[in-house]
């Protein structure tokens, strides 16, 4: 017994296995909790975020009702303008047409002042002519010369009737002539006036319909304008709307995986609590010769494992924690082992041996007599482990290599429980 001096005493055994089954639990916390769910944290928008995002969202709605509404208003004055346009246009259509025919009547009534203005011009010339022969002939040449003087028939009718006429308006066929003309003139210039007033209609309404037509395009442009500043900022409310519901779909997702958390967290603190009942259950259960080996998770189970069979039950420990007896029984072997690192091999009462792997320290020496449940070493990572963790091993054969049976229903039969496999 004096070569167990690396074992410490029973009450800081006690202290050091309460220390590693509260960082078991912990472990077994993080490993049921936290293995689907802390490995991807779901970002969690702040409230700050959300009420920006809905502001920003507000805004650009207010700014795109107010541009719907000056989109209206351009809609209402565009289709005034169109229809300010279409009247200026049958306006002067209409002063086109009445320019046209005034122009037509100051034709004719130029046409009607050259006829007159001929027939005038003929007159005077027959008179003309008249008056030259007769005073050529002698003033005292009276009517009945006149017409003897006539070289044939066809002059003879012509100089009577001339004759005939002279004598019947020759005092007042220039004035009635002249007057004729005057009237014939008086026409012409109201015609030419008509004519005037209807072109210069005509241009007022040509510059009405330009300016109308005008004032169209304009509108129309405002009308462009506007829709389109309305456009951009409907996409930027659309964009101001799927940030709102991305953040508010992040902080669901965030809500959603706290309760899930919260959830995973309960379950795991029962488990951890049923897990301590039951390692509270194994302790009072060594009293007959049998223990736990370690408090912690089962990470790996007794069976084949790529293609080879993994020999025992791996129980995942942080480092340091407590490594126990799970018999009665007298220490076989202790120290470097092929594939451990460090081992402890114990033989039972019954004749069992029970093996300890991985350790990082053993406390007790070939030859040492142990009670069930007392400590042996401490959980480690030596030898081809990939994390630290107990290798337990039971061979009932009582060989201390070979025979080796899944330990897990080994330990149910005498009141033991590994759970996990």
């Known amino acids: 017994m004096s ?3 690396q074992r410490p005493d029973r009450p800081a055994g006690r202290s050091r296995l309460l220390a590693g089954a509260l960082a078991a639990l912990v472990a077994g916390a993080v490993l049921v909790g936290g293995a689907g769910s802390a490995a991807a944290v779901p970002v969690n928008p702040s409230d700050e975020d959300i009420t920006g995002a809905q ?30 346009a279409e009247a200026a ?7 086109e047409e009445v320019s ?13 002042l050259r006829a007159a203005t001929d027939a005038v011009t003929a007159a005077q010339r027959q008179i003309a002519e008249f008056s030259r022969d007769s005073y050529m002939n002698g003033s005292t ?9 006539a070289d044939g028939p066809a002059e003879l009718v012509q100089t009577a009737a001339m004759l005939d006429y002279v004598a019947d308006h020759q005092l007042d066929v220039l004035d009635v002539l002249e007057i004729a003309q005057v009237q014939q003139a008086n026409a012409d210039s109201t015609a030419r006036a008509l004519r005037d007033e209807a072109a210069a209609a005509e241009q007022a309404a040509g510059d009405a319909k330009a300016a109308a037509d005008g004032q169209l395009a304009a509108q129309q442009n405002a009308v462009a304008e506007v829709a389109a500043q309305k456009a951009s900022l409907d996409q930027q409310l659309q964009a101001a709307q799927v940030r709102l519901l991305e953040l508010q779909g992040a902080r669901n997702a965030y809500e959603a995986w706290l309760a899930q958390k919260r959830a995973e967290e309960e379950a795991a ?4 609590a049923e897990a301590q009942a039951a390692d509270q259950a194994s302790d009072a259960a060594a009293g007959s010769g049998y223990a736990r080996p370690a408090r ?46 460090l081992a402890v091999y114990i033989r039972g009462d019954d004749g069992a041996i029970t093996v300890y792997g991985h350790v990082n320290e053993y406390y007790v020496q070939a030859g040492d007599r142990v ?6 070493g401490e959980v480690g990572n030596r030898g081809q482990s990939t994390g630290p963790h107990l290798h337990f091993e039971v061979h009932p054969s009582g060989s201390l290599y070979s025979g080796a049976v899944d330990p897990v229903p080994w330990m149910a039969a005498r009141g033991i429980t590994i759970r996990g496999c």
């Open 3 to 5: 070569q167990r001096t």
């Open 55 to 84: 502001t920003a969202q507000d805004a650009a709605a207010a700014e795109v009702g107010r541009l719907a509404g000056l989109v209206a208003a351009a809609e209402a004055q565009l289709e005034q303008a169109q229809v300010q």
């Open 89 to 95: 246009g049958a306006a002067y259509l209409a002063a």
């Open 100 to 112: 046209l025919q005034a122009q037509a009547a100051a034709a004719r009534a130029a046409a009607e």
């Open 141 to 149: 040449l009276s009517a009945e010369m006149a017409l003897l003087d």
């Open 269 to 272: 603190a029962r488990a951890a």
């Open 296 to 341: 912690g998770t089962t990470s790996s189970c007794y069976g084949a494992r790529w293609g080879v069979t993994h020999l025992g039950v791996d129980i995942a420990a942080p480092i340091g924690t407590p490594v126990r007896a799970a018999t009665n029984g007298v220490v076989q072997r202790a120290g470097a082992a092929t594939g451990f690192g």
């Open 371 to 376: 009670s069930a449940g007392e400590t042996i």
